[in-house]
């Protein structure tokens, strides 16, 4: 286990304090058929079950702004290394609409497939990892705390937008960043329940997925993610996702940035 440095903020932002509900575009995905073939042309593509790897990151800032070093917050001239190794490695990177066409519907996808997600959703995030993704043009998932939505260590509603439309995944990672497995059934599937519906009234999209916080989670929180209406819920049990996974309790392979760039390698190549 590792530690998860979560800074809070006494000033949270209520999201669902907006009069109008922005709608739910089910079909506002960059996954269609047709941005599929032209997203994965010249790739050699596969309908095995090859299994992908997951990778989640946390914070990314200059080591100029971190008061106190630690394994969750990545530089981001690392981070850009981290990345070229992926690339380098001739990786995809999938979203998680995607993915989820993979394991559920007998899509085919790029024989080296992989996902980028980061969790917490810090401003950060925007700040450094976005432009990143940006040059090295990648896709990524930010899995983010609704109820942190506008406080300022986190992401505000306009930066998540931008990125939505952009073609970033946002995911849950609940309401209030919580551990799951010590709530009752009610309370969690209440955080499930709150964090979607913000976090899709400031999207206007569907949001598919969500990450347990603290990799903590029971029988009653898988049940109470497909309750809240998520397809793919992830844990952090390393390993990779195949079709015979349950998409519910899928794997991810932690990046600490204390790794080196051959280790960081290693976890990806090395993985089953």
Known sequence: SFLIFFKTNSKTANTNDNST????????TSTNSSNKE?????????????GVPVLYYHSVLPDSEVTTPNEVTISPEKLKQELQIVKDLGYTTLTLSELNDYLD?????????IIITFDDGYTDNYVHAFPILKELDMNATIFMIASQVNSGYYMSADQLKEMSDYG???????????????????????????????????LGKEVISIAYPYGNYNENTKKAATAAGYTLAF?????LDKRTSNKVELNRIYVSSNYSLEVFKERILDTK
């Open 21 to 28: 509900e922005a709608s739910i575009d089910d079909n506002d």
């Open 105 to 113: 519907n007998n899509m085919p996808i790029p024989e080296k497939s």
């Open 235 to 239: 844990t952090t049990n390393r390993g």
């Open 168 to 202: 970033i995944d946002i995911g849950s990672h609940t309401d209030n960043h919580v551990y799951l497995d010590t709530l009752s059934y009610d309370k969690q599937l209440k955080e499930m329940k709150d964090s979607k519906e913000k976090l899709e009234a400031i």
């Open 38 to 50: 032209t997203r994965f042309e010249n790739l050699t593509l596969t309908n095995e079950d090859v």
